[in-house]
Nanobody, 116 residues
Framework: QVQLVESGGGLVQAGGSLRLSCAAS????????VGWYRQAPGKQRELVAI???????TYADSVKARFIISRDLAKNTVYLQMNSLKPEDTADYYC??????????WGKGTLVTVSS
């Protein structure tokens, strides 16, 4: 069983930065893909960024050039560096891991609030 715990959310002014962390515990076998998703009030959950075990990354157009996803394999942790934050980035941010066996795990989320 894999557990994902997000941290690093909080309140920040527009233009500021935050770094989110997603720490994975439990037994993780094989290649996997980890992604950050977000869900604003009244909206559907959307992809923010993903990173593969090989280091390939994909970003939503809305965060390109502002957010950076990275991972520390030794620490089983994935980070999301968020710069130049905008009020529209306000959301609950969730970490998702898809194992090499196709099993999906979600964290419980961390709230990011960007004030104008």
């Amino acid at each position: 069983q894999v557990q994902l715990v997000e941290s690093g959310g909080g309140l920040v002014q527009a233009g500021g930065s935050l770094r989110l962390s997603c720490a994975a515990s439990g037994t993780i076998f094989g290649a996997n893909v980890v992604g950050w998703y977000r869900q604003a009030p009244g909206k559907q959950r959307e992809l923010v960024a993903i990173i593969t075990s090989g280091g390939s990354t994909t970003y939503a157009d809305s965060v390109k050039a502002r957010f950076i996803i990275s991972r520390d394999l030794a620490k089983n942790t994935v980070y999301l560096q968020m710069n130049s934050l905008k009020p529209e980035d306000t959301a609950d941010y969730y970490c998702k891991l898809v194992s090499g066996y196709g099993v999906t795990y979600w964290g419980k989320g961390t709230l990011v609030t960007v004030s104008s």
